[in-house]
């Protein structure tokens, strides 16, 4: 047998193999997505070193994890296959180091990303030894056209969620000095996440907005988000509502007719 046919058979094996399996989702990001998933405990491990055949701490404890478990709970005759690969402490370009291993040879077919905070912390921080530099924005926003036109390349038909950056005057975060600042800047992130979601024809969730409402609304301090940046479960769950009232509304994963 040729090895050209052998290989068209192996191809042929590995993609009814992966048509056998109901749909691959993808969230990825940073702290507010990875919520200790594969046992963790909180350390920003690499995906490779986390336990991921511990299904207690699976999917960690973020809007993920109710996100997943909404659907394999709801529909578990659709076999969908969810995947966290946020990892705490990343910026958009420690995702892009890790884009292959962690998005592209996971062949998705809904990609949710969520990245940006730790971005203008990281930028904030340098201003102490560097009061001068400036955030540049505009190859913040080409490293993330970038890793959508891999996803596109590898399957033009994938589905791909932009979730915006976001921050609160709350917590810790909310008393530091150099809090307007970095509310400026979330802010240019995630009119760019926007912008990035029109140009790409995907989906936009406005985190930042969803979060700006109801800080408004709270029944006490940090009662949404704890520290500035990170969700309490309420503010998940809040989260994952929006998800998958979004996914739901665009069928991706369940149809009317189901």
């Known amino acids: 047998m040729k090895k050209s046919s052998i290989l068209i058979m192996l191809l042929t094996f590995v993609c009814l193999c992966l048509l056998a399996q109901g749909k691959r989702v993808l969230f990825i990001g940073d702290s507010i997505t ?44 659709s076999d969908f296959q969810f995947y966290n690969r946020g990892i705490g402490g ?36 340098s201003l102490a030894k560097n009061p001068n530099a400036k955030f540049d924005i505009q190859a913040w ?33 909310g008393n530091t000095p150099t809090f307007a600042l970095r509310d400026s800047l979330i802010r240019l992130c995630a009119a760019q996440v926007e912008q990035i979601a029109a140009e790409y024809q995907t989906e936009c969730l406005h985190y930042n907005t969803l979060f700006d409402h109801l800080v408004k609304t709270e029944p006490r301090k940090s009662y949404w988000i704890w520290d500035g940046i990170h969700p309490t479960p309420a503010g998940h769950q809040r989260m994952a509502d929006l998800w998958i009232s979004r996914t739901d509304s665009l069928e991706w994963l369940i149809t009317t007719k189901e």
Not at 90 to 116: C, E, F, Q
């Open 34 to 77: 990875d919520g200790g998933w594969g046992n963790s405990g909180g350390a920003p491990m690499a995906s490779k070193d986390r336990n991921q055949t511990d299904m207690n701490h699976i999917y960690g404890h973020s809007y993920m994890m109710l996100c997943a478990a909404h659907y394999q709970s709801e529909y578990p005759d």
């Open 90 to 125: 990343n910026s958009l370009y420690d995702m892009a180091r890790r884009w292959k291993t962690d998005a592209l040879d996971l062949h998705p077919d809904i990609v949710s990303i969520l990245i940006g905070t730790n971005d203008i912390h990281y930028y904030i921080d």
């Open 141 to 173: 926003s080409r490293q993330y056209r970038q890793l959508l036109d891999e996803l596109k390349v590898q399957n033009p038909k994938v589905k791909i969620i932009l979730g915006t950056p976001f921050v609160e005057k709350e917590g810790w975060v």
